[in-house]
Each structure stands twice: as C-alpha cells, then as structure tokens.
C-alpha cells in the first residue's frame, strides 16, 4: 500500500521480520541537573500497539523526543529493525520509517490537507506532481483505513479529530512504518477517540507499529497489545497489557497506592444554594446555546453535569460565572443574581460568593506571564487582608498566602515566584483550585477541573473537592469525563443540544444509560 | 483632461510605483516568511546611495545596480541575524537599520562628494536609460491604441519592466513551488515546517536575502532610473507606504501590484495638479502632496478590510521540547 521508495533508503520489510521494531538500550539524557531519561531500554515489537504510560513529567516525552532526533541521548542505542539507527534530527527520523503525531499538531492552518501533507515531502522543485501523487494515496488511504478527509479543505476548517488525521496521513505519506502518538485522545470526544483506534487497529493489522503515549489508563487498556510505564525518568515496568490491570498500572505510575474511585461518606445535603430556574443563552453567532435548564444545587452536596463537549454546559457555566450573559432566573441563597446588566461579572460573582474553576485554565483561569503569587491571589486582590494601606497593596502578604497555599495543595515546585507557564498541567491547575476553594465560597463553579492533569493530582483535586462538600459547600460540576462525573457526583445531570435530559443518582445509573442520554436518547418517558 | 495628460499620468504612475513594488514585493517575501521587516526604508535609501555614488565613480548604472544590492542585502542580513539567529525584536532592529541608513548615508555622501550629503547627476551610461520596445513609433500614429503602446507602456527603463514580471514570477515561485510552499509554511506555523526535517533558519535567510535583493533593486531605480543622483532622505518614506501597501494587498503578489500602482497614481495626480481648484476653494499643494501618506495611515489603521498577516510574523522561532 506505500507508494514505491524514492528515497533510496535501505528496504525495511527486508530486515528481519523477527526483530523489534524499535529498540532502545540504556538512553540516559539529561536536561542539566534534571536526569529526565536514566538508563531506559525496552523493545516494542513489529506489529503491534505498545503503549507507554507515565504521569506529566515523568519523561515519556523526553524518550519520544530523542526517537524522533529533537535530542539527542546523552548515552545509549537506538536500533531500529534491528539495526543501529543514529537520529540527530527530524529529517533522520523520518527517513528511519519513524513517523510522529504530536499533542499540538503540527499543521498550517490555512493551507490544504494537501499542502500539509507534502510540505517537507515534496518529489521535486514543483508542487503540481506532488500534489496528484498526494490526491491519490489520500484516497487509496480513506478507503482502507477509514482515514477520510476531504484533501482541498483548509485545515482552519476541520474538527480536531479530521486534523489529527491529517497528521497520521502526513506520516504515511512519508512512508513510516513506525507511529509515534503523544496524547492522542486528549483533544477528542469519546466517538473520534473510537475512531481513532479503530484506525489505529488497522495500521496494525497492516504490519504498521504504533507508540502510544499517554497518561489515560482507559485508553492503555483498550488498544493497547504492551504497556510500559514510566516514572520519574525510570522505565520502571513493561507489561503485557491483558494481563495488567488498571489499578496495578496506576500504582506502577504514581509509586504507591491510588485510589481509582473517590472515598466519599453519602451527601449531607443541606439548603437549597443555587436556582436556575428556565435559563437560556444565545452566543455571538446568533445560536441558541442553552435551551431553558432548570437545576438546583444544595449546600453539602455535588451535582455533576455530564455531557459530549458542545452541549451548552461550557455557556451555562459562564453565564454562572458572569463571562457571558443571558436570560432567565438564577437564584443564589435565594436572591436573583445579574444575567445581562452591570453586575454580570466575575468580580460581582466572586461577591456573591460563587468562585470558579473555569474551563480552560489557561484562558480563563490563569495569566499564564504572571508569577504563582500574583495569580493565587487574582481576582481576590483588592481584599482587605492584602491592602498594606489606602494606596499600596501588601505584596509580601500575598506571598506569604501563596506559600501556605501552595503547601495545603502540595503544588510543585512551591516557588512563587515562578510564572504560571512553567508549571506543569496539572500544577497549574492546583493554583486556579487552590485560589477559587480558599476564597471560602458558598457556590463552586468547577469545569473539567483535571483535564490534562495527570493521575496524582487528579487523586488530590477530587479529595479537595469532596473535602470543600462535606464543609457544607454547594458544588456544580462540569465535566466530559464520565468517569469523573460518575465517582464524584451525589447527583447527575446530563446535558444534550442546550437542555438537560435527565437526573439520575449515580449508585442508580450506569455509564450505558448515561450514555444514552448524552446522546439525546431519552429512552423511558 | 485630454486624453494625452491621463496618459501621462498613467505614464508617471508606473514609474512612480516602481520603487514601491520592489520594496512591497520585497516586503512580501520577509513577512511570507515570518520575519516583519519595517527596515525597507533603510535599506532602499542605503541602496539609492550606493547606486548613485557607484554609477558615478566607475560609469556603469551596472555597477551601480550591483552595489545597491550588496549593500541592501548587508543590511538584510543584519537583520537576519538580529532576528533569526539571535531571536531579537523584528521591529526594533528594523528601526535601527532605518536610523543607520539614514545617518550613513547623508555621512559617506559628504565624505566622498562634498556636495551637502548627495551625490553628483547622473548622466549618460551611469543612469538607466529607457527602453523603446519595438515599433514604438511605427504604431505611433495608430489612434488610442498607439499613444498607449508608445506612451505608456514603451519607453521605461529596464527595472520597471523588471518589477512588472516579478509579480508573475513571485506568484509562480509562493504558489507554484515547493520553495514557496515551504517559504510560506515557515510564516505560518515554522513548527510544521521543523517537524518535517526543514530548516527553518535556513528557510528565513533565504527569504531576508530575497528581500535585500529586491529592496536593492527599489534604491538602485530611485537614485539612478527615477532620478539622476542621490539626494539626502530621498527614499522620503516609500518603504513605509510600501508596506502598507503590503498591508492592502494582503501579502499576495497580484494585488500587491495593484496597490502600488495605486500609491503610484496618488503621487502622480500630486505631481501634476498641483494646485486644484473646487469652485472658489483652491486645493493646496502640501494636500495633494500628503495624499499618499495619508492613505497609508487609512490603511494601516485597518480601514480597508481584514488583513490576516502571516500568523507567525514577528516571532522568532524557538524549538520546543
């Protein structure tokens, strides 16, 4: 199905079929004092899926970086097809059959899928030939692997999930016989991740051999033939994926104990904080977002909106959060609060005593140039315990409430001056927590509050969500893992097309009906 | 208006939006690229320097042309390794390269001349001279058809019918391609471009070299096709209007053309009407004169539509981890 060698490079398929597709001995590599790879070797044999699994940090990427010759180890062999393979760049890469998706695709948003395609791979000083040799392995490609993608469309046009395909097929294109993917799923919904795989699946059966990192155990356990898990720069376990299981692979990640499910004592409900009585939302297009939601949030207890991402839960938690405006009642300890007037901000919210984990942490949530202690206390600022006096704020206060903070959410490094970009995912995520749960609210806002955070820390937001619960606090939860909505949650709403479809207790539902739901099918009356 | 004065006119605004179109053009392969280049200017007016004082010294505009370009493409390459190799700001090493210009220039001119910071007029061989293409003056007596051949498209010099067919070619070269497809790549996302084993630090002197040449070409025809010498400042913003033009055209060859032209007719009306009656109310001359600046403000202040610059101009590229 590859179109003939141009390239003149040694024929692969003539390597001995029996040797590993790659195989790695003793990479160390060192970012100067951080050892990020030590002594790591595995071999991942031709034809299969082999996952690597680690948290944020542990160096998968590092390792898959030096695969791909972004760095080069500082000792150690790589041998592909059993031969000794030097990668001191991209270009070597690709020409030893190693093909990479990154987390962040590398795409040129106004150029075609085509363009895309080509760019780098061209067969000589024109485009045109190029073009039509592309057009034609596109369309060879779509039919066997359900890699569809219309070729002249503009990437700036495409879904992620279409995007990421470009990505696999820009590899293919190049001929490699090695898939590299770092976080594949992390962009998509639950149907393109499916897809996904699916495509996955039949490169393999094709002889093709696929990496897969990621820190989604789900995903190690679905497509995977081996896993590797990483820790602290270690490889310290490969397996064979059906015979491991989810909780021994989590342990061999964090290096102790973690706990899957959330430990929680049943809900104490309380008064009823949060209203929302027959709210609607219209965005800047003109389309209708949130269609009519009535919900209500006691003190005490969690209620979990469960979702495919686009289904208005993004525009309902803004217009609680006061970045969006829009029509209808919303009560907060029974007084109506601000939808579309002056007091429809966050500053008036934060008033109100409703705090918010916004969405996108990144956006929204943090100014990712500020220092750790500037963004703890942002939005809280201007309270009375940072003032130093009329005019000057007390700067050494709030560093000083930045490292008690940054102690209780065990965020790493616990340096506050140290601007919100270097921190890691998950980090990042601890100081938005951390400001929004210490503002003592009565109402927390949370949206996929560990989206990309990795598996510890997910661990410890969820305890001090349940923790800040049972102080008596009411808590809306958004989020498109079901698995989160479903361990955290004392009640569940789930929210299709704008409007919500249906409540349901979490020990009275599983994940098939939900699904259901999710998907706009009622089912029962 | 007779028919003969529009010709004229037409006539002084291709060779009013020659030097334009090369820095524009210029221009447009930097910024393609990704690397913002506000040191158009500079290299224009250090270019018309060279070429004047080059041309009169050895008496080949040859000569002049060339050394225009050597010295544009020096500066170029200041700037590339300002912006490139060293990651600077695009915008301030621009503004330094106008400021050097500017100074040297008016310096070295004094020192060689002697004649107040300009070089002496160029006459004979050391200048461009215009070219009659065939049968110009056969097909004179022809009605329309004639006076518009002989008129206005014969009887330019070499780098105007040189700036002409670069826009072809330019478009060729951005879209035709692997080099353009990769130039343009590399002002969108350099990233892509790294990932498939291009360098883009190569990608971008290429482009800043192009620029040097073209802006070279835009001085070398101020001082030696346009003019006969060079005078103090004389480039007298065109690289700026060039770049708003730039802005106008969208970064795309074709319009890049049209926009020229139309700075270029703006000035020639200025040339000509310099005093233009409205009823009682004369027109003064300074009015006519700022029309071309002040449609470059209008533009550069986003009054003409949605211009998308190439999304990674002005950023140098840092290889992530």
Known sequence: ?525 | MDFLTVLQILDSTIRLATPLLFACLAGLFSERAGIFDIGLEGKMLAAAFFAGAIAYTSGSVWLGMLAAIAASVILSLIHGLASITFRGNQLISGVAINFLAAGLTVLIAQDWFRQGGRTPSLSGDARFNNIQLPFAETLEPVPVIGPIYAELISGHSFLVYVGLLSVPFTWWLLFRTRFGLRLRAVGENPAAVDTAGISVIRLRYIAVLICGILCGLAGAYLSTGLQAGFVKDMSAGRGFIALAALIFAKWRPWYALYATLLFGLLQAIAIRFQNVDIGTFTVPVQFMEALPYILTVVILAGFVGKAIPPRAGGEPYVKER
């Not at chain 1, 490699?176 to 499916?194: F, N, Q, R, S, Y």
């Not at chain 1, 009823?272 to 009535?294: F, H, N, P, Q």
């Not at chain 1, 008033?351 to 220092?371: C, K, N, S, T, W």
């Open chain 1, 1 to 525: 199905m590859t179109p003939e060698s141009q390239t003149g490079r040694p024929d692969r398929a003539a390597l001995s079929a029996s040797a590993p597709a790659i195989e790695l001995k003793g990479i160390s590599k060192a970012f100067g004092p951080v050892q990020a790879n030590k002594d790591i070797s595995i071999s991942v044999k031709r034809g299969s899926i082999h996952g690597i699994i680690g948290e944020n940090g542990a160096g998968k990427s590092t390792l898959m970086s030096i695969l791909y010759g972004f760095y080069k180890a500082d000792t150690g062999q790589i041998l592909i097809g059993g031969q000794e393979t030097e990668i001191p760049d991209s270009q070597a890469a690709i020409a030893a059959g190693i093909g990479m998706v990154f987390q962040h695709f590398k795409l040129v948003e106004n150029f075609t899928v085509l363009e895309n395609v080509i760019l780098g791979a061209e067969d000589g000083a024109m485009l045109q030939p190029s073009i039509a040799k592309a057009r034609e392995l596109l369309t060879q490609l779509a039919q066997e692997y359900e890699l569809n993608v219309d070729p002249d469309a503009l990437i700036e046009n495409l879904s992620v999930g279409h995007q990421q395909r470009v990505e696999i097929l820009k590899a293919l294109y190049r001929q490699a016989d090695i898939l590299i993917l770092d976080e594949p799923t992390g962009v998509l919904t639950p149907a393109e991740a499916d897809h996904l795989f699916r495509i996955l699946r039949g490169l393999r059966d094709e002889g093709k051999t696929i990496v897969l990192i990621t820190h989604k155990l789900r995903e190690i356990m679905d497509v995977t033939d081996t896993v590797s898990v990483m820790r602290r720069g270690e490889m310290v376990a490969t397996v064979n994926t059906d015979e491991t299981s989810p909780e021994e692979l989590a342990e061999l990640m964090v290096g102790r104990k973690v706990l899957l499910r959330v430990d929680k004592a049943p809900a104490q409900p309380g008064d009823s904080v949060l209203e929302i009585a027959d709210l609607r939302v219209t965005d800047e297009k003109g389309v209708d977002r949130v269609k009519g939601v009535s919900l209500n949030v006691r003190a005490g207890e969690i209620l979990g909106i469960a979702g495919v991402a686009g289904n208005g839960q993004s525009e309902l938690m803004q217009v609680l959060g006061g970045m969006r405006t829009g029509s209808g009642t919303i009560r907060v300890n029974g007084a109506p609060i601000d939808l579309s007037g002056a007091r429809a901000n966050g500053q008036a919210r934060r008033e109100l005593g409703i705090a918010h984990v916004p969405e996108d942490r990144q956006r929204e949530g943090l100014i990712m140039e500020y220092f750790a202690w500037e963004n703890v206390a942002f939005g809280y600022h201007h309270q009375e315990k940072y003032q130093r006096n009329r005019w000057l704020m007390d700067n050494r206060a709030l560093r000083a409430d930045t490292e008690a903070k940054m102690e209780k959410f065990d965020i790493r490094p616990p340096l506050p001056w140290t601007q919100a970009k270097s921190f890691s995912g998950g980090n990042q995520q601890k100081i938005v927590v951390a400001r929004e749960m210490e503002s003592d609210p009565d109402l927390l806002l949370v949206g996929q509050p560990t989206r990309g955070v990795d598996i510890g820390a997910i661990e410890f937001i969820h305890q001090q969500i349940v923790a800040l619960r049972d102080q008596g606090k009411a808590i809306l939860l958004v989020s498109v893992e079901l698995d989160e909505i479903m361990s955290l949650s004392d009640r569940i709403a789930v929210m299709f097309d704008g409007q919500i479809m249906g409540e349901r207790s979490p020990t009275e539902t599983n994940e098939k009906e939900l699904g259901l739901l999710m998907a706009g099918m009622t089912g029962d009356a």
